[in-house]
């Protein structure tokens, strides 16, 4: 019987578990990702990183290349249009953190990012996501390169295969595909008909990650199950919900999903927001964890009474007394 829960490997890195935190721009931070790993994410990765920025010298951009304290192994995501700005960028994320997997962005459906000629850009332009991927294989050396690519740019234009063999035959180490087009955003159902088919077509030559629509461990399993693919991403799952990742690898395990205790999740918000104020200072990260806090508090009893308090929460001790609040109100 195979496993659901099981080891991956990727190009010279092997990882000992199949359940990752996907690139989430303005979120995978190393706050978060970190937390993530301390809930059991197998392997995380940043946020989208400009390559064009990182090639400029863009002190803010080269913020997000780094690793938190726990991350042993963890991917740098790059997005660019251009070959040369990509493996540029790929040299200055290898002499600077020095990750074990590096990751070209070719799913993003923002405009800005399209613009570029990045993102979803690439799904629908197989030729130069090749260019783009060798390059960046050249540059990386012995550093494993994999590509995220989304199922295409409409339902008119499905382009996965094409980008899929294109990034291998380029020698990318691994394909993830969030089952989504490009015109569909974030919006309606991802396909997982197409991850299995993409399994089909490319899993005997690298893994095979699944991304979309995967908010639960039964999704997980599901995912799984029906695709065969490698390996799961969690995105907006895990937001405001790291557990994912302990309940998830339990259910795999044994079938059984653990109860996380309201209190533990609590107290774990105010540990992401006591990295985010290391990471951005106290002003900065307080206002960024109010969005977060409020996925962290979903339903415990007592929190939509008082989430006013978090959309005007300004320091550290404004979170850990609306905390005591909560945990006071549930004894």
Not at 1 to 8: A, D, I, N
Not at 81 to 102: F, H, R, Y
Not at 287 to 303: L, V
Request: proline residues 5%.
């Amino acid at each position: 019987m195979t496993q659901l829960y099981h080891p991956v490997t990727i190009g010279n890195l092997t990882i000992p578990g199949n359940l990752f935190l996907a690139p989430v721009a303005g979120y995978s931070d190393r706050a978060f990702r970190g937390i993530c790993r301390n809930c059991g994410a197998d392997f995380t990765y940043t946020e989208m990183v400009s390559a064009e920025a990182l090639v400029r010298g863009s002190d803010k951009t080269a913020e997000l290349l780094h690793r938190a304290e726990n991350e042993d192994i963890y991917a740098v995501q790059i997005f660019g249009g251009n070959p040369e700005s990509v493996a540029g960028a790929v040299k200055i994320v290898k002499k600077t953190v020095a990750p074990e997997v590096i990751d070209i962005n070719a799913g993003c459906p923002v405009p800005k990012i399209i613009k570029s000629g990045a993102g979803s850009a690439l799904t629908k332009e197989p030729e130069k996501l090749y260019q783009i991927v060798k390059s960046a294989v050249a540059a990386a050396e012995e550093t494993p390169v994999t590509v995220k690519i989304r199922s295409g740019w409409d339902a008119t234009h499905l382009t996965w295969k094409e980008a899929a063999l294109a990034a291998t035959e380029a020698g990318a180490s691994a394909v993830t595909l969030h089952a989504r087009t490009k015109a569909q955003g974030y919006e309606g159902k991802a396909d997982w008909s197409l991850l299995r088919q993409l399994v089909e077509t490319v899993g005997g030559k690298v893994p095979v990650f699944g991304s979309g629509d995967v908010f639960s461990p039964q999704d997980a399993r599901r995912m799984i199950e029906e695709t065969g693919c490698d390996a799961v991403m969690f995105a907006r799952g895990a937001m405001g919900n790291p557990f994912i990742f302990t309940t998830a690898k339990a259910f795999l395990q044994t079938g059984e999903i653990p109860v996380i205790p309201a209190s533990y999740r609590l107290e774990t918000a105010l540990k992401e927001l006591k990295e985010l104020i290391v990471a951005k200072g106290e002003m900065a990260a307080c206002r960024e964890m109010r969005k977060r806090f409020c996925c962290y508090s979903k339903g415990i009893p007592g929190a939509a009474a008082i989430r006013k308090n978090i959309v005007t929460a300004q320091t550290e001790n404004d979170y850990t007394l609306v905390v005591a609040q909560l945990l006071n109100q549930e004894k």
